[in-house]
């Protein structure tokens, strides 16, 4: 079975400062890929940066990067410069042959 | 523009009653699923389809039911046997297991709560 755990149910961070969120996960799998996704109040899922395993590079996006340890299996998710437009639940989750496991979220609130 | 639209936007279901939430896309995927989200707690997968006419049990597929005759279409059956079936229900697609490394793309959700 593949888990994912967040073991931050709520996290906040002032405007314009940096802000980590944590995600580790367990897979039988060799080879799959992780992906964080965000999800404002108006509940729709848009994805916000994703990273395969096979590769130690870590992903960047903008403000958003990773920080993917594979052997710790962690995987968790920097927002540098915080905008208020950042506030919404992050969603880590782990692919398994097209089948996404979620973990339970993280809720971010943005502070002015 | 492409992309998923799920129907209707909030459902109520009375007892015993079955209700069929609607997702359709126009993203030419392969693959689509239907998840479940309760509060606080993340997306758990109840169906997935990698291609038509052919679908898999998730991880809490009791009491739901669905259907893949077109590509562009996989309703979900809420039945009667789903004893708790509030709760917000997102569709996705994605291009299936060859393309893991692609994201699923999300429509905008159904709500469905107990009259």
């Known amino acids: 079975a593949q888990t994912v755990t967040q073991s931050q149910p709520e996290m906040s961070v002032q405007e314009a400062e940096t802000v980590t969120l944590s995600c580790t996960y367990d897979?039988?799998?060799?080879?799959?890929?992780l992906f964080w996704y965000k999800q404002p109040p108006s509940r729709q899922m848009i994805l916000v940066i994703r990273?395969?395993?096979?590769?130690?590079q870590n992903a960047t996006e903008n403000r958003f990067s990773v920080n993917f340890q594979k052997a710790a299996k962690s995987f968790s998710l920097k927002i540098s410069d915080s905008q208020l437009g950042d506030a919404a639940m992050y969603f880590c989750?782990?692919?398994?042959?097209?089948?996404?496991?979620f973990g339970e979220g993280t809720q971010l609130t943005v502070n002015p | 523009d492409g992309g998923i639209t799920q129907s209707p936007k909030y459902l109520f279901r009375k007892e015993g009653q079955n209700v069929t939430l609607s997702c359709e896309q126009n993203?030419?995927?392969?693959?689509m699923y239907w998840y479940r989200q309760d509060p606080g707690q993340g997306l758990r997968l109840i169906y997935y389809?990698?291609?038509?006419?052919?679908?898999q049990k998730g991880d809490i597929a009791e009491g739901y039911s669905v259907s893949r005759e077109k590509k562009e279409s996989f309703p979900l059956t809420v039945t009667s046997a789903q004893k708790n079936p509030t709760a917000f229900y997102l569709c996705?697609?994605?291009?299936?297991?060859?393309?893991?490394?692609?994201?699923?793309?999300f429509g905008d959700g159904t709500r469905l709560s107990i009259l």
């Open positions: 996705a697609s994605g291009k299936g297991q060859a393309y893991s490394n692609q994201p699923q793309h």
């Open positions: 897979t039988s799998e060799s080879d799959y890929y």
């Open positions: 990273q395969e395993a096979y590769k130690q």
């Open positions: 993203l030419n995927h392969d693959a």
């Open positions: 389809s990698q291609i038509v006419n052919d679908f």
């Open positions: 989750a782990c692919d398994r042959g097209s089948r996404l496991t």
